[in-house]
């Protein structure tokens, strides 16, 4: 598209975790940017993944899930998110398809209806996991949610699929078109502007959060101590060093991410490694250990350490 003015702004993707904000910024930028798991409350960090088009530039940031926060870990992550609000051109707000609305959607748009300025589009994520008539029945249920409040009103309620690009496309121009006119703020090409050991450390949590106990994600940090080519190597043959320590909270956990006699450490160093040899496109040698941190998610010295 081209001929109007050029626009360049902000959105911010927000709802309870889980939802399927992280799989919905990948969908949109059209590359990795951001961990995904089945899991809730993954995201950590906010990240801004960039879709740059001949007409616009949309800069996303995906926030933590909002949530009733059990930790001074959880009630910083909550933090991020009302920071993140106050500062975008427009939100946009997932509801899962596959799922009712329920209390925790109630109190994200209770949250939402006092960022009065910013426009808000409803999102029905997933929405390929829902029939035609469940699907309707979501939709009801979202408009009804800014009924509810006298505050808030939905610009655009959109259903849309990360999976199979449903409407992906047309959630873009929605958007795009409550961005203000003005140039792109990063060049063309660039995908994100977090740093690669941040990226980094997150492939790693992502790869030791898959298939584990429902107790261990929350307690999973990672720090990558050192990330640098390696100097004796030829130009045509090049290999990252990548070093990196998993914090976790507890002995038990920590025998859980090694498993026995290593394997599971292996099998997260495997998974983790080719996902950052795809996305940083060079061969890299990953080094992880197991770390104990007792009770860091609680601790504010030790949460400063870890990077929040």
Not at 15 to 25: A, F, I, M, Q, Y
Not at 32 to 47: A, D, F, G, L, N
Not at 282 to 306: E, F, G, I, N
Request: hydrophobic fraction near 40%; include cysteine; charge should be negative.
């Amino acid at each position: 598209m081209s001929g109007g003015p050029h626009r360049c702004g902000f959105a911010s993707l927000v709802g309870r975790p889980n939802v399927g904000k992280s799989t919905l910024t990948n969908a949109l930028v059209g590359s990795k940017v951001v961990i995904t798991s089945e899991r809730p409350q993954t995201t950590r960090h906010v990240v801004r993944g960039i879709l740059t088009r001949e007409d616009a530039q949309l800069v996303l940031i995906d926030t933590p899930g909002l949530h009733r926060p059990r930790t001074l870990l959880g009630e910083r992550l909550n933090d991020l998110v009302h920071a993140t609000w106050s500062e975008v051109d427009v939100i946009g707000v997932c509801f899962p398809a596959d799922q009712r609305v329920g209390p925790g959607d109630r109190f994200l748009v209770a949250e939402l209806a006092r960022v009065r300025r910013t426009p808000k589009i409803a999102i029905a994520t997933k929405s390929d996991l829902a029939g035609r008539d469940q699907l309707a029945a979501h939709l009801a249920a979202i408009a009804g949610l800014a009924d509810e409040h006298a505050d808030l009103e939905w610009e655009e309620i959109v259903p849309v699929s990360a999976t199979d690009g449903y409407q992906v496309g047309l959630l873009a121009d929605l958007l795009v078109a409550r961005l203000p006119e003005g140039p792109a703020l990063y060049p063309e090409g660039e995908v994100s502007d977090e740093p690669e050991e941040q990226l980094v450390a997150e492939l790693i949590r992502e790869a030791a959060l898959n298939g584990v106990r429902d107790e261990l994600p929350h307690s999973i940090a990672v720090v990558v101590e050192e990330m640098s080519p390696r100097a004796d190597r030829p130009a045509d043959r090049p290999l990252l060093d990548v070093y990196a320590n998993l914090f976790v909270e507890r002995d038990s956990q920590k025998s859980i991410v090694i498993g026995a006699k290593g394997a599971r450490l292996k099998e997260v160093g495997s998974r983790a490694r080719r996902q950052i040899e795809a996305i940083l496109g060079t061969p890299v040698y990953l080094d992880l250990r197991v770390k104990l941190a007792k009770d860091w998610q609680r601790d504010p010295k030790q949460l400063r350490r870890l990077g929040f």
